[in-house]
């Protein structure tokens, strides 16, 4: 059975936090590679500042280099809003029925995942692994702590015993980078060197984002 993870994310930019957590997750959980999906359209939050196609370029800059991590540009070769069931569904199609699929999430996403499309068929074409964040607790009631609690496996291995299905809480190096204070320090007029890949912040500087 091969194992393979997906990263979605707004990516505007991408960051140390977001590729040490992937590496991690790929030694940590066995996968043969990890994609980072960045989206085009997100249906929940305002569009980001950036254009997809710079975003997913700071992306491909990230990931030249280690083979087990990818850019998967699927969301934008899409019309519409991004819903990542329907990625997952496209990734479910390419990979086969008996291979292990995880979607992978920060703990800030998993707390509004009950107002995704479709969110409980998630689960059907994927596990959901939730990356602890710092600064982010879990929800401890309503119907997301409900859904985590009856999906959630006890190890990484469970992962690669069923193609879909299950919940894996993942605590990572905890890394406090965020892509909005990235944004924030280059508004300001600082430098967010060593919190991001050199080429990534060359492009912005290139193509003067985010001022
Ligand atoms: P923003 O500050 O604009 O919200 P972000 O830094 O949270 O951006 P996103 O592109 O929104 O980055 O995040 C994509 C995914 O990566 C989300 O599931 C988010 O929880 C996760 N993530 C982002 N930063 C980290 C980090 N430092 N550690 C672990 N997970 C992270």
């Keep these: ?21 992937a590496l991690e997750l790929v030694e940590r959980l066995g996968l043969d590679h990890l994609r980072l999906m960045p989206c ?10 950036c254009s ?15 083979q087990r991590l990818r850019c998967d540009r699927r969301e934008l070769d899409r019309e519409g809003l991004s819903y990542t069931y329907d990625s ?21 996403a998993v707390q509004r995942i009950n107002t995704w499309h479709r969110w ?15 600064g982010w607790e879990f929800p401890r009631e309503g119907e997301v702590a409900q859904w985590l609690a009856t999906h959630q496996l006890d190890s990484a291995a469970a992962l690669n015993e069923q193609a879909c299905g299950g919940v894996l809480i993942e605590e990572l190096r905890p890394l406090a980078i965020s892509s909005t204070e990235i944004r924030s320090l280059l508004a ?3 430098s967010p060197r060593y919190l991001l890949p050199e080429p990534v912040l060359d492009y912005i500087q290139e193509r003067q984002l985010y001022l």
């Design 188 to 190: 300001g007029g600082h």
């Design 52 to 66: 997809a196609q710079d975003r997913l370029a700071m992306v491909e800059l990230a990931v030249a280099g280690e």
């Design 40 to 49: 085009a359209v997100p249906p929940h939050r305002e569009a980001p500042s």
């Design 120 to 134: 409980r068929e998630l689960l059907d074409v994927a596990h959901v692994v939730v990356l602890a964040r710092p």
């Design 88 to 108: 997952l569904v496209g990734l479910r199609g390419e990979l086969g029925e008996g291979h292990s699929l995880s979607m992978v999430l920060g703990a800030d």
């Design 1 to 21: 059975m091969t194992a393979v993870g997906v990263f979605g994310g707004t990516f505007s930019p991408i960051h140390y936090g977001h590729l040490r957590s």
